[in-house]
């Protein structure tokens, strides 16, 4: 078996990986880009996502009449991450990297290369603590003018065009299964030819070998990913401060998701720090059209749904819809079920209910103004109404005794209880006759309208769910959906994975989700959201442009 040679070798076809591709070709080097799933996977999970991106202090920011600064969102990082560890030195470095990137040549960066933003934005991870702790301050959450596609397109244009030039060699169905160490210092990769798939973009594909392949480079880029398309890998790195880890999730990832490049580039001699900090959700849905196995979709909540556990009760302060994501996971797995309940009204899920994934936005992913404009219309967006008739979490009555009838249907284990649900929703209702409340969720709904892109397109006007005018009632049951690694290959600040003595591994650089998108764990316990995908690109950037200055 020959063995090709190149100035760097970029393992992972990801965002991270076309950005570290793209900074290494442009730099003058030739670069060997290796994945292995087929061509038409190309982009890897980015192209599934949202397209969320974390700005600060943004001109959209600025027209919506949002006050933010560099100061105020590292405080909100800081709050969010609760670094504690030793090992989190090089990630707290990374942080105010990256706010300092996102506060500043962020945003011009992107717009050069052709990115555009939705004008209005969003509010997630609002937290619900004091003004230090968890959460976003003020809404951050740009969308991508065609969501996934869109981050994605920048960088696979940069690199086709440097594919064209010679630079770029674009390898698919090529896995890695090998770092080579040659006296000390990682000089290559070997891995395995896979047979040719036809599967479309996010389908499993097969694992039959047809053959060996062998590379050598002076720089070695891992970008490979994280681990939530493997749920065995989930469970056995779920930390116990989370509780017991589920026995049912669904994907909000592709099978490809392995977390193979962590254990190869461990056994090369690079450290893995923080494998217990993961970021999962706990508003997915099952796909009613799947695309991948045990597809799951997250929902994007406002914050009026009620929300209660498998027995009726609702979740306490402040565990809300679209408050604190880690918060809520740990309660809900303490609580011994793993799935818990919206209840609410037509009138909500029209205003408040949105759908993560590219694949679940054709408005805003294929840039139609038309379709966008009818968000503000009456009547839920039409992949919303889809799932309300499709979908096998989703239950609709007229009336609260059916509905709950209903509920008891598909859970199938007799834990709702009828009293418990009517109370809690009785409750809630009589805080709705006035514009002030003890209730600290009506509270925040009454805050939320304060924000201009809220009232406009996000938050219904406050109303009792038992009001027959906003009907129909609807329940929908929610499940932990797997997404994001938070931890992963430990770096330095030019992207070096480090060993365990704190010294660089020779040769070897990661980036994106395997690298904790950036140091081994950039985000800590728990993620601003937004913040993936831009943490994808920095790292990515950052990596290509240390290993083509360290190739001089």
């Given at each position: ?229 493997d749920h065995d890998l989930v469970r056995r790195n779920w930390p116990e401060r989370l509780g017991r880890a589920p026995e049912h999730m669904l994907s909000g990832v592709p099978a490809h998701v392995d977390g193979r490049m962590l254990g190869i580039t461990e056994t090369a001699g690079g450290q893995v720090i923080n494998r217990d900090r993961m970021w999962h959700y706990t508003e997915g849905i099952r796909n009613w059209d799947p695309i991948w196995a045990r597809h799951g979709i997250r929902i994007l909540p406002g914050p009026s749904s009620l929300w209660l556990d498998a027995t009726g009760r609702r979740l306490p302060a402040p565990y809300f819809p679209g408050f604190d994501t880690l918060g809520t996971l740990e309660h809900i797995m303490r609580t011994g079920h793993e799935y818990t309940w919206f209840v609410l009204s037509q009138k909500i899920i029209e205003k408040e209910f949105g759908l993560s994934g590219s694949e679940q936005n054709p408005d805003l992913t294929g840039k139609d103004l038309r379709l966008v404009l009818q968000r503000v219309l009456p009547g839920a967006p039409g992949p ?169």
């Open positions: 078996m020959s063995t090709d040679q190149a100035d760097a070798i970029v393992v992972g076809a990801g965002l991270a990986g076309l950005a570290a591709a793209a900074e290494l070709a442009e730099a003058g080097k030739r670069v060997i880009l290796l994945d292995q799933e087929p061509e038409q996977s190309l982009g890897g999970q980015a192209f599934w996502s949202f397209g969320g991106l974390f700005f600060v202090d943004s001109p959209e920011q600025r027209r919506m009449g949002v006050k933010d600064s560099r100061e105020l969102a590292l405080q909100d990082w800081m709050g969010t991450a609760g670094f504690d560890r030793p090992e989190d030195a090089w990630p707290r470095k990374w942080a105010e990297a990256y706010v300092d990137f996102a506060a500043g040549e962020k945003y011009t960066w992107l717009r050069q290369q052709g990115l555009k933003l939705f004008p209005i934005v969003g509010w997630a991870e609002r937290g619900g603590y004091l003004a230090d702790g968890h959460g976003n301050s003020v809404p951050r959450f740009h969308i991508t003018w065609g969501t996934g596609p869109g981050v994605v397109a920048p960088f696979e244009r940069r690199v086709r065009a440097a594919a064209e030039r010679g630079l770029v060699d674009l390898r698919f169905r090529h896995r890695v299964d090998e770092l080579v160490v040659t006296g000390g210092t990682v000089t290559g990769v070997r891995g395995t030819v896979l047979a040719p798939s036809d599967t479309t973009r996010g389908q499993a594909s097969n694992r039959d070998a047809v053959g060996g392949f062998a590379c050598d480079a002076q720089a070695i880029v891992v970008t490979a990913g994280g681990i939530g398309g919303v109404e889809a799932f309300k008739r499709n979908g096998s979490d989703f239950v609709v009555a007229d009336r609260l005794p059916e509905l709950i009838r209903k509920m008891k249907g598909i859970a199938g284990d007799d834990v709702l209880d009828a009293d418990t649900v009517t109370r809690e929703v009785v409750a809630r209702d009589r805080e709705m006759a006035n514009t002030f409340t003890k209730d600290l969720q009506v509270m925040a709904v009454h805050g939320a309208r304060r924000y201009r892109g809220d009232r406009l397109a996000r938050v219904a006007t406050p109303h009792q769910i038992l009001d027959p005018k906003a009907g129909p009632l609807i329940a929908v049951r929610l499940h932990i959906l797997t997404r994001k690694t938070l931890g992963g290959l430990h770096t330095d600040l030019d992207a070096r994975v480090l060993r365990t003595d704190g010294t660089p591994l020779p040769g070897v650089y990661a980036a994106g989700e395997v690298a904790g998108f950036g140091g081994g764990g950039v985000h800590g316990y728990r993620s601003l959201e937004g913040t993936f995908l831009g943490g994808c690109l920095f790292s990515g950037r950052t990596a290509g442009r240390a290993a083509a200055a360290a190739l001089g």
